[in-house]
């Protein structure tokens, strides 16, 4: 059977428009215009009226964790809490709604909302207050700095006297324990709560795939495997794709830091291809270099301006991210790397060019985040066809921020999206879920408008870096496809491309820009087949 679509306004591909298509056996076969694609209407076909609706390829999110955005939409709830004492309430409000509960799993603070006087960070002994029996993890809103209670602290076998290479354990100014922890601490902290089922990891991981598909996401790249465990969880991940229930094309972005891990990895059955198809494939070694801007762990160069005291954690060492890229290449298997300091994106770059040694970056090694960067590692990455996994929306609070943190000369060359976008360099777009919503609509709305949901500051934060509006949907379609190597099947609505496709609620391309946040999707489809329509 058949598929015709038509009196829309369907986005192809970059500036190309067309009334009409057909689609064919999961691709798009035709394009042009309704008379045209009418005139090959045969009896069993079935036929779409658009009524002028706005058509786009559906959205490919190149970086997001799925499965942890699954589990934050299930789990104690801490966005936009204004004060400690209000993240202590909502976690006892959500204990006593959950009272089966033998953990707390809390997430997505953030101290510099909070709109009491004193910004600290919340302690052990506050989240003491909500629980001392059952263990409670609160991981800030970046996922590189996390806060337990004195019950997670003994479970996780953190004591004053635990080192944890890649991370750091605080303590407060009489010495002891804070619960505060950060980066590769975080991993070990989140350990002290009990592991869920296979079965409510699968179904965490399909109600978050059911919702990035209602967003018209139809291709995400996700890391959701890490460490010693992964082949849990690449078999279960693996189970739902081979029960069919989840029409949202994946592609996995492992992070391994230890070098032991991605050896193990290279020797498991993973790479004998049993799983590469259409909807699931491997993918990248992901790897962090260091942590965020707002938690002060982002790498810097130099040290921040407004913490003389650090420059940020490093989360990986050059010797042994220059060991991971290396035995990466020679496994030709692409690697990408958080960097969101100048001085990691330096590292990383140092190191990609070191295993490059003049040769073309054919597997696609990249840079996630990318944010922080002086104008010469800009020109490197051009130059050396680096991918960049950009995240727009974090502008919305990190606009706000990247003066203070990395001083004004620094910030003029960061968050260059449409600077590396007009050079021709490999960018595509993500929302790095759950430490924003997935919502693709709100990244583009920051792609453009460079100001935050409350429209600030008028014109946008170095609104030459302001991307227009097709270019931002390309980099969130094409340039992602071309991130996964399938540039030549997926991102275009052209003949021959996977029909994945969204109908829009309202024109995208002409409607006021305050507006686009608003967008709605009225139906996704994937490989033609309906896979959400909104009632
Ligand atoms: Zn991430």
């Known amino acids: 059977m058949r598929t015709l679509l038509m009196n829309g306004k369907i986005y192809l591909e970059k500036g190309r428009f067309e009334e009409a298509l057909s689609i064919k056996e999961g691709f798009v076969e035709a394009v042009g215009s ?45 966005n936009g809490a204004v004060s400690i ?21 809390g997430r997505g603070w953030n101290q510099d909302f909070f709109k009491t006087v004193d910004k600290r960070l919340p302690s052990r002994e506050d989240l003491d207050l909500i629980s001392s029996d059952i263990p409670i993890v609160y991981e800030r809103v970046c996922g590189h700095v996390a806060v337990g209670n004195t019950r997670a602290m003994e479970l996780a076998g953190i004591t004053e006297d635990t080192k944890i290479p890649g991370g750091t354990i605080e303590r407060n100014p009489e010495g002891i324990l804070s619960g505060v922890v950060t980066e590769n601490a975080t991993q070990v902290l989140v350990k002290s709560l009990s592991q869920k089922s296979k079965q409510a990891k699968k179904s965490q991981f399909i109600q978050a795939g059911k919702y990035v598909l209602s967003q018209g996401i139809t291709s995400v790249q996700s890391c959701d495997v890490s460490g010693e465990d992964f082949q849990k969880t690449f078999d279960w991940i ?8 989840l029409p949202l094309r994946y592609r996995h972005q492992f992070n391994f830091q230890r070098i032991e891990d991605f050896r193990r990895y290279l020797e498991s059955e993973h790479l004998n291809g049993r799983y590469d198809d259409e909807f699931y494939q491997k993918g990248s070694l992901k790897l962090f270099k260091d942590g ?27 010797d042994e991210l220059q060991e991971l890229c290396q035995l990466a290449q020679d496994s030709g298997i692409p690697v990408i790397t958080h960097a969101i300091g100048d001085g990691a994106v330096e590292s990383v770059l ?7 040694q003049g040769k073309s970056n054919f597997l696609r090694h990249g840079i996630v985040h990318n944010q922080i960067t002086t104008k ?52 595509s777009i993500g929302t790095d879920a759950p430490v924003e919503d997935s919502n693709p609509f709100r990244n583009i709305y920051a792609a453009v408008t460079r100001m935050d949901q409350n429209g600030y500051p008028e014109g946008g934060y170095l609104p030459k870096e302001r991307m227009t509006i097709e270019e931002s949907v390309d980099a969130y379609t094409y340039q992602g496809a071309k991130n ?7 991102g275009k609505l052209l003949p021959g491309y996977y029909a994945d496709l969204i109908v829009l609620d309202r024109d995208i391309f002409t409607i006021n820009l305050s507006e686009i946040s608003e967008t709605q999707v009225e139906i996704t489809m994937v490989e033609g087949k309906v896979a959400y329509m909104k009632e």
Request: proline share 3%.
């Open 484 to 490: 996964q190597f399938q540039e030549k099947i997926k």
């Open 350 to 356: 140092n190191t990609y060019e070191n295993v490059l």
């Open 85 to 105: 004492d209000e993240m202590i309430e909502r976690g006892k409000v959500y204990l006593s709604n959950n009272k089966k509960e033998k953990g707390i799993h």
């Open 292 to 318: 965020s801007l707002g938690g002060r762990t982002a790498l810097l160069s130099k040290p921040y301006a407004d913490d003389p005291a650090t420059k940020g954690v490093e989360a990986l060492k050059d």
């Open 238 to 245: 693996r189970e739902v794709y081979e029960e069919r229930v």
């Open 376 to 427: 010469n590692q800009l020109e490197r990455i051009v130059s050396g066809g680096i991918a960049v996994m950009a995240q727009p929306v974090f502008l919305d609070y990190d606009l706000h921020i990247v003066k203070k943190r990395v001083g004004e000369e620094l910030a003029k060359t960061s968050y260059a999206f449409n600077t590396l976008y007009q050079q021709g360099a490999l960018i």
């Open 34 to 78: 309704t008379e045209s694609i009418l005139a090959t209407r045969r009896p069993q076909d079935e036929v779409v009226d658009l009524r002028g609706k706005t058509v786009l390829p559906g959205f490919n999110d190149s970086h997001l964790h799925l499965f942890l955005l699954g589990e934050a939409m299930t789990s104690c709830n801490l």
